[in-house]
């Protein structure tokens, strides 16, 4: 099983809302990540997730609440959004070691609208 | 700190032609160097990488990578496009560093097929 899947698909959200996005791996990865894609952009990193820890946060405003609860989940937490927090979020995973970490494996994303 | 430049926004090319997409980069040693391609409301997929050894490298889906260090470049090459190629294709570069589990994402070149 080589895929990585992220649930829901679209999500509409007002400004006060809370929801939560989930990803899902089953290939054994140790590490995993959250980006967020605008359109026409290339993905910017959020959260690095490294053995269930949080190894790197991109100085992400704290609406966003990442969650790994364990080796095959990865959540994110979403509080507050602002309309410009719409995007494309991207969960991705990979083994660990030096030079694993950057063949990363991608979900298929959600695709967030904040009104 | 690393940076990536594609310095095409978008390439428009028949099928069946040769495909030839610029990617240079910026980093004080050899980095680690990666194609990513990404289909419409798709997440991204790997296609190559380099991380020393042989310069050209192939990859899937035909597609094959020269690094030059002279020329701090990456191009990625395909010797005859199909339809199904059209995508957007991102180069990443990644320091060498253990503990900086970073991809840092060019802007994309979008690739569209003419019949």
């Known amino acids: 099983d080589t895929e990585v899947t992220q649930t829901p698909k679209h999500l509409v959200m007002g400004m006060t809302n809370k929801k939560s996005l989930k990803c899902e791996q089953h290939m054994g990865h140790r590490a995993m990540y959250w980006y967020k894609q605008k359109a026409k952009k290339p993905p910017e990193l959020m959260f690095v997730y490294s053995y269930e820890k949080l190894s790197i946060n991109e100085s992400v405003p704290s609406r966003f609440s990442p969650e790994c609860p364990n080796s095959s989940l990865l959540n994110l937490h979403l509080h507050a959004l602002q309309p410009e927090d719409s995007a494309l979020y991207l969960c991705?995973?990979?083994?660990?070691?030096?030079?694993?970490?950057?063949?990363?494996?991608f979900g298929p994303g959600t695709r967030l609208t904040v009104t | 700190a690393q940076s990536v430049t594609q310095p095409d926004i978008h390439i428009t090319v028949s099928e069946g032609a040769s495909l030839e997409l610029r990617c240079n980069y910026s980093?004080?040693?050899?980095?680690?160097l990666f194609w990513y391609v990404q289909s419409p409301g798709q997440g991204l997929q790997l296609l190559l990488k380099y991380f020393s050894g042989d310069t050209l490298v192939q990859g899937i889906k035909g597609f094959e990578a020269e690094f030059k260090r002279s020329q701090s470049s990456f191009n990625l090459r395909k010797p005859s496009v199909h339809w199904s190629d059209a995508a957007e294709y991102f180069c990443a570069v990644a320091g060498t560093n253990f503990g900086n589990e970073k991809l840092t994402f060019g802007t994309g070149t979008r690739l569209t097929i003419i019949p």
């Open positions: 980093y004080g040693a050899t980095p680690y």
């Open positions: 991705a995973s990979s083994h660990t070691g030096t030079s694993n970490y950057y063949e990363q494996y």
